[in-house]
């Protein structure tokens, strides 16, 4: 496990604010979980682009309309539109203060976008969660959760698959920010709160405001 250190004169922890995070972890992991309890812990909101685009179609805003189109078709939602949907949420007043944010960035294109989006406001990304866990691990507790659900759809091999997606689509990203000395890596496997605190032993404890 790596862990990060404040910088740039607890910038993360400035202004009344908290720091600005992004979590990272394979299908089955968990990561929506510990998004939800770090966040709290943080007093951050969690900012899942997943609930972001389900916001927008509820609400039906231009861009909800432009999303939903896209996703009927079968299609992915393109750098412009979610970075768009992401610009125009983390300036919403709960999200300047800090975040955590899950599902974003997905490319390097996306992590160069948010680069710029928070240095024009004096903000960069303070750490990078990395849950880290065994694919046959994994694998097994998903397997199992889907023959309990009854979803005999969801074979061994179509879990197998998204874990490799997974682990191609986001190396690219993980190297930019191991690079950065601000990747932490985190064993995602075992009960909710070792994980959790397995998480907050690797970040610095001034930043947690619910303790």
């Not at 079968?74 to 899950?102: C, H, I, K, Q, W």
Request: charged residues 30%; hydrophobic residues 40%; glycine residues 10%.
């Amino acid at each position: 496990m790596t862990a990060v250190e404040t910088h740039d004169g607890e910038r993360a922890a400035g202004e009344g604010g908290g720091p600005r995070l992004l979590i990272v972890g394979p299908p089955g992991a968990g990561k929506g979980t510990q998004a939800a309890v770090i966040a709290e812990r943080y007093g951050i909101p969690t900012i899942s682009t997943g609930d972001i685009f389900r916001a927008n179609i509820a609400a039906g805003t231009e861009l909800g309309v432009q999303v939903k189109q896209i996703v009927d078709a079968g299609d992915y939602v393109p750098d412009s539109l979610t970075n768009a949907l992401v610009t125009d949420r983390l300036d919403e007043a709960d999200a300047r203060g800090g975040f955590l944010l899950d599902g974003y960035p997905r490319t390097p294109d996306q992590v160069r976008y948010l680069d710029d989006l928070l240095a024009r406001h004096g903000h960069a990304i303070d750490a990078v969660i990395r849950l880290v866990a065994d694919e046959d691990e994994i694998v097994s507790r998903l397997r199992k959760r889907a023959l309990e659900q009854g979803r005999v759809d969801d074979s061994e091999e179509a879990i197998r698959h998204r874990q490799e997606v997974y682990a191609r689509e986001t190396e690219p990203l993980l190297a930019i920010y191991r690079e950065r000395g601000i990747l932490v890596e985190v064993d995602g496997l075992g009960p909710v709160d070792a994980v959790t605190e397995r998480i907050l032993d690797a970040l610095p404890t001034e930043w947690i405001r619910n303790g």
